[in-house]
């Protein structure tokens, strides 16, 4: 199958599977903009505490401030162990909310599919 050609917002190709007969994927045809906008404006609604690139990015940061404190002996090896510990909890914690988001955003798609499927299907049919 084709991949889509339409641009992401980041600048670059983006690499999903096209819809059959399209050059866009779902989130790229022009045809289910508003079903985008609809789904879109959802995100914020959702609750959670930020983004979670943001938070990720932070805890890499956290992380190292860590690793170099323990390494040039200002914080203790067992202490800085214990905190590692804590701070691999809250990576994980935000990898399993970004993993949820992105399969209610894939069911949100699907169901969006089925039904336009659904609505394609009785029009030829009727």
Request: glycine share 8%; with cysteine.
């Given at each position: 199958m084709a991949r889509c050609s339409g641009i992401r917002v980041d600048g670059g190709r983006?690499?999903?599977?096209?819809?059959?007969?399209s050059?866009?994927?779902?989130?790229?045809h022009p045809d289910y903009e508003d079903a985008r906008r609809r789904r879109n404006s959802k995100g914020g609604k959702r609750g959670g505490r930020g983004r979670p690139s943001v938070?990720?990015?932070?805890l890499q940061a956290r992380f190292?401030?860590?690793?170099e404190k323990v390494l040039c002996g200002e914080i203790e090896r067992g202490v800085g162990?214990?905190?590692?510990?804590?701070l691999n909890g809250a990576r994980?914690?935000?990898?399993?909310?970004l993993a949820a988001r992105e399969q209610e955003e894939l069911v949100g798609r699907l169901e969006e599919l089925e039904r336009?499927?659904?609505g394609s299907e009785s029009?030829?049919?009727a």
């Open positions: 983006c690499g999903a599977q096209a819809i059959r007969s050059e866009y994927c779902v989130n790229h938070e990720l990015a932070r190292e401030e860590l690793a162990a214990v905190a590692g510990q804590l994980a914690c935000v990898r399993d909310a336009l499927l659904e029009r030829r049919g």
